[in-house]
C-alpha cells in the first residue's frame, strides 16, 4: 500500500505571496493532519480534518487555512507569507482519526520563504 | 496533553540493544504511548505504541510500567539506520504533541 505523499517536496517563495500544499493520504485513510516543524518550535499541530471538515485546530493564524476533497486528498494554503512561515510542512493520514488510530506521516514540504 | 520527559541524547554501539526511557507520569487512563523517529529531515516514521501491556513488532519493543507512569522504547540490535530523533507521545485524542525527543546516535 502506498504511503502518503506530499507535493512539492521543496518550494521557495517571497514574503506577502501565498502558497497551496497537498497531501495524498494512505488509501482508506479518512483523516489528515497537517503540522509544521521549525527548529525553534519543533513539531506544530496545524489542523485535522475529517469527512471534508476541520475537526481541530491548532493555535495558529488565519493565514493557516486548509481543506479536504471527497477523496481524503487534503490542501494546505498560507496566505501573506512571512519569513518566519520557512519550515517543513508535515501531512499525516490516519483511518479515522478517532482515539489513538496511528498516524502516517508523509515525508514533508520545505517551505523557504524569502 | 500530558507532558513527557525524555533524555536529550545517548549513544549505542552498533549491534547493541539500545534502551530509549521516557517519563510521563501525567498520562492519564485512556492515552496509549506511542513512539515515532524521525530522520534527519524526513517526516516521523511510525514506530510502535502501546496502552498497558508490553509490546513487540518487527521494529522495536516497548516496555511500559505498571503504574504507565513511564516506558522504555528497545531497538534489540541497532544499526547505523536507527541514528534519528526519537519521541515518546502520550495519546488519546487526534493531534500528537511532540516534544524534544532523544537524538540517538549510533556509533560504528
Known amino acids: 500500500k502506498a504511503g502518503v505523499t506530499q507535493t512539492p517536496r521543496y518550494l521557495i517563495k517571497t514574503r506577502g505571496q501565498q502558497v497551496t500544499l497537498s497531501c495524498s493520504p494512505i488509501?482508506?485513510?479518512?483523516?489528515v493532519s497537517w503540522y509544521q516543524q521549525t527548529p525553534g518550535q519543533g513539531l506544530q499541530f496545524l489542523f485535522e480534518?475529517?469527512?471534508?471538515?476541520?475537526?481541530n485546530k491548532g493555535n495558529f493564524p488565519g493565514r493557516f487555512s486548509g481543506r479536504q476533497f471527497s477523496n481524503s486528498r487534503s490542501e494546505m494554503n498560507v496566505s501573506t507569507l512571512e519569513l518566519g512561515d520557512s519550515a517543513l510542512y508535515l501531512c499525516?493520514?490516519?483511518?479515522?482519526?478517532?482515539?489513538?488510530?496511528?498516524?502516517?506521516f508523509g515525508p514533508g514540504t520545505r517551505l523557504t520563504v524569502l | 496533553d500530558a507532558k513527557t520527559t525524555q533524555p536529550p541524547s545517548m549513544d549505542c554501539a552498533e549491534g547493541r540493544a539500545a534502551n530509549l526511557p521516557c517519563n510521563h507520569s501525567?498520562?492519564?487512563?485512556?492515552?496509549?504511548v506511542y513512539w515515532y523517529r524521525q530522520i534527519h529531515s524526513q517526516g516521523p516514521q511510525y514506530i510502535i505504541h502501546?496502552?498497558?501491556n508490553n509490546e513487540t513488532n518487527e521494529m522495536a519493543s516497548l516496555i511500559i510500567t505498571e503504574d504507565r507512569k513511564s516506558s522504555t522504547l528497545i531497538l534489540p540490535h541497532a544499526t547505523l539506520r536507527d541514528t534519528a530523533v526519537y519521541y515518546c507521545i502520550p495519546f488519546g485524542n487526534e493531534k500528537l504533541t511532540f516534544g524534544t525527543g532523544t537524538r540517538l546516535t549510533i556509533i560504528p
Open positions: 501525567t498520562i492519564s487512563g485512556n492515552e496509549y
Open positions: 499525516a493520514s490516519s483511518l479515522w482519526g478517532g482515539m489513538a488510530d496511528t498516524q502516517y
Open positions: 488509501s482508506g485513510h479518512r483523516s
Open positions: 502501546g496502552l498497558k
Open positions: 480534518y475529517f469527512s471534508e471538515t476541520q475537526r
